[in-house]
């Protein structure tokens, strides 16, 4: 089965798993309407709980949210669910068990192109500018000096049409080398150092913890830097909810973004280095002085211009089967842009 043949029947799917909760949420009893605020799970006099579901990576900001207090501040009681691939998390909150989740870009497009009805309401950690945080890395003695060195060779992706999967495809397109002649394997980062140690596959895509240690261990080398170069700005990540809950909870949705921003504030604070490493070094498991001290930007705005073109990068290489919504129907009406 083709890759493009499996995202399809994802995306049909979660649309099925969406109407199914609509139909039972129309067919259940009214409940009563709260006296104030909005009618999220566990609306109570005092905090509102919500559960959000985080990803392998940029998970600092919201554990620091609720390490730092800011969610207190703003009224909830967060019950955070370690995630694993954006697709795998969206499924969670279609399904009912997650109210918010983090998702990629590459995701909400293809998924709300498919009518999986849901919307972003923020970005949660950008593709920098200025630095790498992600990149192709190959062993240092393979021989590969180039994107072109790989034709008819593997390389790993935690996604696939997803994130840096399309961003590689566009810097192999403009090396003069054809995407399909590269093989693209499914490996989640946490596995990529042990694949390239044993030459399971010959180059992988690491991205933020991940990608410090092997860009500076003299055991490996970095051949392209393509999120930098084709998505510098573009979130790596992004909050998503359902239509539906956020229809009925928007000021819950408005005090996640301000506790997120209040996070993104103090993470991006270089005098906090070390309480945003304590975070890194307890979810990662790994002591504080072994963890990758390159941290990725965190924002909640989502370039509106720089979404576009990669939405349009995304139907060029056919991970969107079906015409894309324009970016501003995927984002929520209330989330930060720029």
Request: proline letters at 7%; aromatic letters at 6%; one cysteine or more.
């Amino acid at each position: 089965m083709s890759h493009s043949i499996r995202r399809t029947a994802r995306w049909a799917g979660l649309a099925a798993m969406a109407a199914t909760a609509l139909v039972a949420t129309a067919c259940s009893s009214p409940a009563p309407a709260p006296a104030s605020g909005d009618a999220a799970s566990g609306e109570r006099p005092g905090k509102t709980e919500i559960t959000v579901v985080t990803a392998p990576i940029n998970y600092e900001p919201v554990y620091l949210a609720d390490s730092e207090g800011f969610f207190d501040e703003v009224g909830l009681d967060v019950t955070i669910k370690p995630g694993g691939t954006p697709q795998d998390n969206l499924a969670q909150v279609m399904g009912g068990s997650a109210d918010l989740t983090i998702v990629s870009w590459d995701v909400a497009v293809t998924a709300t192109s498919e009518g999986v009805p849901i919307k972003v309401i923020s970005s949660n950690a950008v593709v920098s500018t200025e630095f790498d945080t992600s990149g192709v890395v190959v062993r240092a003695d393979s021989g590969i000096e180039s994107l072109a060195d790989l034709e008819g060779k593997t390389i790993a992706f935690n996604d696939l049409g997803s994130g840096g999967n399309v961003a590689v495809k566009q810097a192999f397109e403009a090396a003069g080398v054809d995407p399909e002649k590269v093989e693209d394997v499914l490996i989640p980062f946490a596995g990529m150092q042990a694949a390239l140690e044993g030459g399971q596959v010959d180059a992988a895509f690491p991205s933020d913890a991940f990608y410090g240690p092997l860009s500076q261990d003299p055991a490996y080398k970095v051949i392209s830097n393509p999120s930098r170069e084709f998505r510098g700005g573009l979130p790596i990540t992004l909050w998503a909810a359902t239509d539906p809950w956020l229809q009925e909870n928007p000021g819950t949705a408005d005090k996640f973004n301000e506790a997120m921003q209040k996070a993104a504030d103090f993470y991006n604070d270089e005098a906090n280095l070390d309480a945003v490493l304590a975070v890194r070094s307890e979810i990662s498991g790994k002591p504080v002085e072994e963890v990758s001290k390159v941290l990725t930007p965190a924002a909640l705005e989502t370039p509106v211009d720089v979404a576009e073109a990669t939405t349009q990068a995304l139907k060029e290489f056919g991970f969107v089967e079906k015409e894309p919504k324009p970016v501003d129907e995927i984002l929520w009406a209330d989330a930060p842009r720029s």
